[in-house]
């Protein structure tokens, strides 16, 4: 480790506080602080690489430093890097909010900004809310949501949150959210249909019973992500849509995680042909440059929200950096290189290698189960392959494999025991075998060694 590594080291546990970390095990750690990176490369202090086998958290699309976006943002550098959209207009989120309409399900035609996935959700709920004030049906003001789903981290986001360990310590401070049980396939005790049955029977028992008092039901379509990749059975989402559609309630689709092809389709709704009434993006959305969120609504949400000043019936929410000019600058070129490069039409055979792996993955000790969704993937590790008995949390396997990947240049972060993958979509066929062919190897070779040792 080289001199200025460990001055950065230092200087990072003197004064940084990072997200979901024990802080504890952080200052006793040895982290990798990285310094530059080179297409599907991130790369350290001491200027040793690693794949980006997580696309920097979900988010980064075509790889680092991709010459057509940093061309694109230092050109708007050159003109405006940010102007305010509250009483004004600013040329590149006009453009975006033309392409992001053209590129989504019909319908949606209406385009919100904000600058994270959290608040992409933020205002789909409050939008979701007010539509039924302004519309007459005030008493409809609850949400359902799944168990273990995940929408972002501010407080109305953790209130249709559904992961225990996130979110339990908060819920004083929450509203009253409907939870429905997660149809995940490998802990249920039946086939898939049956599986899906079981939620879906709970949705609808809510809306039978308390429909009037429903303005959403918000769902991570196909697969929820931070839950550890759970891959709901095959038309879950369009039985959803239906029992929304039966009940007069609203959908939230919250494509954060999935959006901008990582389930092989450019959004995950398309899978099913659903368009859903707010559907809410980030992550992917400036191709993993910069902050942005947007949260898209049918025209007639929108036109609900029209009126009078004094009837009060505008959406009184925004922030100070609503459509920067920067990250919609970044957004729009991207979206320019998905066409370019054929990036959606070059899916197919990365799925296809990718389960190939899986497949062999599966195979191994200790790998209870592995699923995908497109390039969402996740490899869960367990104490019993029979019973499917899980490791003890103390014993951080998942953190173990994943820095054991570490050393073969493979950057990769597990959800507990799960060992996600989520290379970013534009990775090439050959990076893409290499990436998975270390993962299939730590795990042969040192899985064993490290469960061995706890
Ligand atoms: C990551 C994520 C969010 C939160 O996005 P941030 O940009 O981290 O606030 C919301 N919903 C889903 C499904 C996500 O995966």
């Given at each position: 480790m080289n001199e200025r590594t460990k001055k950065l080291i230092e200087l990072d546990k003197k004064h940084l506080w990072h997200p979901f970390t024990q802080m504890a095990d952080w200052l006793k750690s040895e982290p990798v602080i990285i310094d530059s990176a080179e297409g599907f490369y991130l790369i350290d202090t001491d200027g040793k690489s690693y794949i980006d086998g997580v696309s920097s958290l979900w988010c980064n699309v075509h790889g680092h430093k991709v010459k057509e976006i940093d061309d694109a943002i230092k050109a708007q550098i050159d003109k405006v890097s940010h102007s305010t959209l509250l009483g004004l207009g600013q040329t590149k989120s006009i453009e975006l909010s033309e392409k992001l309409v053209q590129i989504t399900p019909p319908e949606l035609t209406k385009v919100f900004y904000s600058d994270s996935g959290a608040t992409a959700v933020e205002i789909a709920l409050k939008i979701a809310y007010q539509y039924f004030r302004n519309t007459g049906q005030k008493q409809r003001t609850k949400f359902i949501a799944l168990q273990s789903s995940y929408h972002g981290d501010t407080i109305g986001s953790v209130s249709v949150g559904g992961m225990k360990t996130f979110h339990s310590i908060f819920r004083p401070l929450l509203f009253e959210t409907f939870f429905v049980p997660v149809p995940h396939p490998y802990r249920f005790d039946g086939n898939e249909k049956d599986c899906a049955q079981f939620s879906l029977d709970k949705i609808d028992e809510i809306l039978k019973t308390d429909s009037d008092q429903i303005a959403a039901v918000i769902i991570e379509p196909l697969v929820q992500g931070a839950a550890g990749i759970i891959v709901h059975p095959k038309g879950f989402l369009s039985d959803v849509r239906q029992l929304t559609e039966k009940y007069g309630t609203l959908l939230i689709a919250?494509?954060?995680?999935?959006?901008?092809?990582?389930?092989?389709?450019?959004?995950?709704c398309e899978h099913e042909n659903v368009t859903a009434d707010i559907m809410c993006l980030a992550k992917g959305i400036t191709a993993g440059y910069l902050p942005l969120a947007a949260t898209l609504t049918t025209g007639k949400i929108f036109d609900?929200?029209?009126?009078?000043?004094?009837?009060?019936?505008?959406?009184?929410h925004g922030h100070?950096?609503?459509?920067n000019a920067l990250a919609c600058a970044a957004a729009l070129v991207s979206l320019e290189l998905f066409e370019q490069n054929k990036i959606i039409e070059s899916l197919p055979a990365k799925i296809e290698l990718i389960e190939k792996y899986f497949a062999k993955i599966s195979?191994?000790?200790?790998?209870?189960n592995v699923r995908n969704c497109g390039l969402m993937g996740a490899i869960e590790i367990v104490k019993?392959?029979?019973?499917k008995e899980s490791f003890a949390p103390q014993q951080a396997i998942g953190t173990k494999v994943c820095s054991s990947m570490r050393s073969e240049s493979v950057m990769l972060r597990p959800l507990g025991d799960c060992i996600i993958t989520m290379p970013p979509v534009a990775i090439d066929l050959d990076l893409l075998e290499k990436l998975l062919e270390i993962i299939l190897e730590t795990i042969e070779n040192d899985l064993p060694t490290i469960i061995g040792r706890t």
């Open positions: 919250d494509e954060v995680a999935t959006g901008f092809g990582k389930t092989g389709k450019m959004f995950a609900a929200f029209l009126g009078e000043t004094t009837e009060h019936k505008a959406f009184y100070t950096y609503t459509g195979a191994l000790p200790f790998v209870g019993d392959k029979t019973t």
